[in-house]
């Protein structure tokens, strides 16, 4: 018995257990957030730059911001390591969400409501502050 489920991340057909993922990809994924952590925890790296890291470990950005998403990675001590914002896109260091945001959503649904709100309202924009 067991359900069958297609892997999001390498679309193989896995037994549907307490992952979310294939065996394959979740070794894969253990590994990757193993050597970011080793990578962070040495004092020398506390300046480093979400870049940098990505760069040191040869792990993605998006995946980088996804451990720490899931709290399974720690930057709050890290002055130069910024991801954007859920919400706004503002770099921040802590969590999904800027404290701006994190005022706002107080009064939304969920959080998963909320960004998605923000980021349809980011879609149709020809006007940039940038010039
Ligand atoms: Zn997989
Ligand atoms: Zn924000």
Do not use: W
Not at 80 to 102: A, E, M, S
């Amino acid at each position: 018995m067991g359900d069958l489920l297609n892997c999001p991340q390498c679309g193989k057909l896995f037994i549907k257990g307490i992952r979310k993922t294939c065996d394959a990809c979740f070794k894969e994924e253990e590994q990757q957030y193993d050597k970011v952590y080793r990578f962070i925890r040495k004092s020398e790296n506390r300046n480093a730059t979400i870049v940098d890291v990505s760069e040191a470990t040869t792990v993605s950005e998006n995946k980088i911001i996804y451990f720490i998403h899931q709290g399974r990675i720690r930057v709050k001590g890290f002055p130069n390591f910024t991801y954007p914002c859920d919400g706004c896109q503002k770099p921040i260091n802590d969590g999904r969400l800027c404290q701006v945001c994190k005022e706002k959503l107080k009064s939304e649904l969920s959080i998963e409501d909320f960004i998605m709100k923000k980021q349809q309202e980011a879609l149709p924009s020809y006007h940039t502050d940038d010039n």
